[in-house]
């Protein structure tokens, strides 16, 4: 019988990402995000009678969805730099 932490069916076991390399990625994806989705209310002819703060709420919720690509880089970005 396999002892946790080992190999099993030719997976290495998983081991959780660390704190710092996902707020690391979420610093590099959060502002990409909200960037992006402030030229995206920009271009919403919609979005014009919010102005500056329609633009600065498209922001937050942008960043807030940058957790996602944040999460998905962290965990790519862990499994190439494991210390074995």
């Known amino acids: 019988m396999p002892k946790s932490g080992s190999i099993v069916a030719g ?3 998983k081991h959780a990402v660390r704190l710092g390399l ?3 990625c979420f610093a590099l994806m959060g502002p990409a995000f909200a960037i992006n989705s402030a030229f995206i209310a920009i ?3 919609a ?3 919010y102005g500056i703060y329609g633009l600065v709420v498209a922001g937050l919720v942008g960043s ?3 957790i996602f690509p ?3 880089l962290a965990r790519r970005f862990h499994e190439g730099l494991k210390d074995e």
Do not use: D, Q
């Open 11 to 13: 997976r290495p076991a």
């Open 22 to 24: 996902l707020l690391f």
């Open 43 to 45: 271009t919403i002819p």
């Open 47 to 49: 979005m014009a009678p």
């Open 64 to 66: 807030v969805f940058g």
């Open 70 to 72: 944040a999460l998905w």
